[in-house]
């Protein structure tokens, strides 16, 4: 999942997801708050994941886990690539009608395009990016 789409949240509180991403994300997914102004979505199959590493846990860690899946929302697509976001979600990450999509490889986050604006700017200077690389051995 790679690439940033613009959309609109329309009134019923859907969002489409490019068919690209799609194929990726599946017909029914997970989206969660994060410590951004953010939503996240991550497919069924990563989400097994994070429930198989949870159930793994002594309860107390367990139980630290419950602001993670408590804030959770299934999702699932429709025939036309929407799905509803939850009102909830939409008031945690500040989303209001223009948002993007921002693909980050192992799942996509959903920011208000307002709010992404000088995110991207400041993480996509040149000497961002170098720093990056060298960070990450790239």
Known sequence: MTDNYFHKIDAKGRLFIP??????????????????????????????????KARAMPMRQQRKMRPFFSNAAKCELDSQGRFVIPQRLRDRANLQKDVTIVGLGTCLQIWDTETYKPIAERESTPENLAALIDELDF
Do not use: H, P
Not at 33 to 52: G, M, P, Q, V
């Open 19 to 52: 068919s690209g991403l799609r194929d990726d994300l599946g017909d029914v997914f997970y989206m969660i708050i994060t410590d951004e102004d953010c939503l996240t979505a991550y497919s069924n199959e990563s989400w097994e994941r994070f429930l198989d």
